[in-house]
């Protein structure tokens, strides 16, 4: 699907009359850039450059439709299914049991991830996959976006990926991401002990017809089921590990702590921190305003 792409774009540039640094030009990309294109050498097109192509080369959309295609290639053929699914997909439930799903990682979460394994074939190659999984993320901002229900594993908030300051990024964007309509966060604690998928992440599907589809995946495959009474078998496990779990709001408890005894220097209070400070307000005369960090405003004083 690359060369194909490569292919197009050639062919309406040499009918354009441009070179391939005029077209980087147009693009703002160095013409070597769009050489690599032609040829399917090097990183693959990201969808900003894919439309700015289309616009500049007067394609008519074609090549914006011909981008989902080579996008899918940056991952393994075994997970392209799932994210043709998932890119249709009305509601989307998902347990992680050792890292936080792509739909909500950072970009340093997501680099220092998928920075590791034998698979990796330079730094090209690693910046066209961290490309390729923060756009699956522009569904959570659009319209017609899924509904989003993670449950997340306890080792997910500990297993420092990336380091400290990489995981304080990652979750303060947790408790973020669960402050949107239409996103639900639960933490399993390890406490609760074995479960029905400890052998790794589940996803279940909810396509627009009512249709359900289950993935499952380790570290180096997954499967999709497609069948109904499979899937059942899927969904009665999800609905175990969601009833096992904390349920919402000491989840984000649970994550706030994490962040401040695990990764020191995040500013967030603790919901028990705004809670107490919110009753220390409503007690004292004039009700004090508190910052959004806990700290407070002080009134200004009158001018002599």
Do not use: C
Request: no cysteine; hydrophobic share 40%; glycine share 10%.
């Amino acid at each position: 699907m690359a060369a194909l792409f490569g292919s197009r774009v050639r062919k309406l540039r040499t009918a354009a009359g441009l070179t391939q640094t005029d077209v980087g030009a147009l693009t703002h990309v160095v013409g070597s850039r769009i050489a690599q294109i032609e040829r399917a050498t090097g990183a693959k097109p990201t969808l900003e450059l894919a439309r700015a192509l289309d616009r500049e080369l007067v394609a008519d959309e074609l090549l914006i439709d011909l981008w989902p295609y080579v996008y899918r290639e940056a991952f393994p053929n075994w997970s392209q299914a799932f994210i043709a699914y998932s890119a249709r997909a009305a509601v989307i439930r998902e347990y992680a049991s050792h890292v936080v799903p792509g739909l909500l990682q950072t970009p340093a979460y997501a680099r220092a991830l998928l920075s590791v394994g034998h698979s990796l074939r330079g730094a090209e190659h690693l910046e066209e996959r961290v490309a390729a999984r923060l756009d699956r993320q522009t569904r959570l901002a659009g319209p017609g976006r899924p509904e989003l229900w993670i449950i997340l594993d306890e080792a997910v908030l500990r297993r420092p990926i990336g380091g400290s300051a990489v995981m304080r990024g990652q979750l303060e964007k947790l408790l973020h991401m669960a402050e949107e309509p239409g996103i639900t966060i639960q933490v399993l604690p390890f406490d609760q002990g074995e479960h029905g998928a400890l052998g790794g992440s589940l996803t279940l599907l909810v396509m627009p017809d009512g249709t359900e589809v289950a993935y499952t995946e380790g570290a180096h495959h997954g499967q999709l089921t497609e069948e109904p009474h499979e899937v059942e078998r899927f969904v009665l496990t999800y609905d175990q590990l969601r009833a096992m779990a904390l349920p919402p709001l000491m989840s984000l408890d649970l994550i706030r702590s994490v962040l401040e005894a695990d990764y020191r220097g995040s500013r967030i209070p603790s919901r028990s921190d705004r809670r107490r400070l919110a009753q220390q307000q409503s007690q004292q005369p004039g009700g004090r305003q508190l910052r959004g960090g806990g700290g407070r405003i002080p009134r200004r004083r009158p001018r002599p």
